[in-house]
């Protein structure tokens, strides 16, 4: 290889490992919040539906979910309790990676407990899983809660 085509081969790695830095810098965060939000709005809809008519989740619970080792009632309850307060650790990135891992959690429930869910349904909480796993192994990014509590930790300005 010519000089020439080094020196234009080394011009072209600089300015691609510039880009990835911006992409890193910019985009990545962004891409992180926009699951977490993404994620979260979904569960937490799906809680609030199922606190907004009780009665119903609870026949839902009692005939149609088959949730092991729980009874109908603690199902529902924690169904519920865990789809509107895990999603909002994970919407704000506090203690994201726990918000994740109990979604990732309730997720999976909810797959195995209903045995009429439909190849879309299956699809959307196939999904949903990944996109969790993304922020349970990757963490909740720099726009998160726990980013900033972590570098004013680090920063001896939380005491």
């Known amino acids: 290889m010519s ?5 234009r081969l080394h011009g072209l790695m600089q300015r691609a490992g510039t880009l990835v830095a911006l992409v890193e810098a910019w985009l990545t965060p962004v891409f992180d919040l926009a699951i977490r939000l993404y994620v979260a709005s979904v569960f937490f809809r799906s809680g609030w539906l199922k606190i907004s008519d009780w009665d119903s989740t609870l026949v839902l619970f009692e005939n149609e979910y088959q949730v092991p080792l729980l009874s109908p009632n603690m199902a529902a309850i924690l169904g519920a309790g865990g789809e509107l307060a895990l999603p909002v650790l994970l919407a704000l990135g506090l203690a994201g990676r726990f918000g994740a891992a109990g979604l990732f959690v309730v997720n999976l429930v909810a797959v195995l407990s ?4 439909s190849d879309l349904g299956r699809a959307d909480h196939l999904l ?25 930790l680090a920063a001896g300005t939380i005491a």
């Open 114 to 117: 209903y045995p009429d869910l």
């Open 128 to 152: 949903w899983g990944v996109l969790l796993l993304v922020t349970l192994l990757h963490g909740p990014g720099r726009i998160s809660l726990d980013f900033w509590l972590k570098r004013r």
């Open 3 to 7: 000089i020439a085509a080094r020196t």
